[in-house]
């Protein structure tokens, strides 16, 4: 099992910056990728940025160099720095770890809400 928290959400004035956090705790070892994710009301869950163990990344194609996503494997942390920010940003951000090779599985945070308005 891997427990997940987040940290860093808040409100924001559009082109403001934030910085979001995720621990994981728990059996971390198995973590092979940890990512964000992202729901705005009405919208289904998309997916923000990934990082894998080896520090390879994906990130979606709005992200357009604003967001950054690294990771620090000795903390089990995952951070998504957020610049740039636009009131199309708000939503709940979710922290995500996949465990497993052929049987996967996928653990989430309780999300934290990241408001861009002015």
């Known amino acids: 099992q891997v427990q997940l928290v987040e940290s860093g959400g808040g409100l924001v004035q559009p082109g403001g910056s934030l910085r979001l956090s995720c621990a994981a705790s728990?059996?971390?070892?198995?973590?092979?990728?940890m990512g964000w994710y992202r729901q705005a009301p009405g919208k289904q869950r998309e997916l923000v940025a990934s990082?894998?163990?080896?520090?390879?990344?994906n990130s979606a194609d709005f992200v357009k160099g604003r967001f950054t996503i690294s990771r620090m494997n000795a903390k089990n942390t995952v951070y998504l720095q957020m610049n740039s920010l636009e009131p199309e940003d708000t939503a709940v951000y979710y922290c995500?770890?996949?465990?497993?090779?052929?049987?996967?599985?996928?653990?989430w945070g309780q999300g934290t809400q990241v408001t861009v308005s002015s």
């Open positions: 995500n770890a996949r465990t497993g090779v052929i049987v996967k599985q996928y653990y």
């Open positions: 728990g059996s971390v070892s198995s973590i092979n990728v």
């Open positions: 990082i894998s163990n080896d520090g390879s990344t």
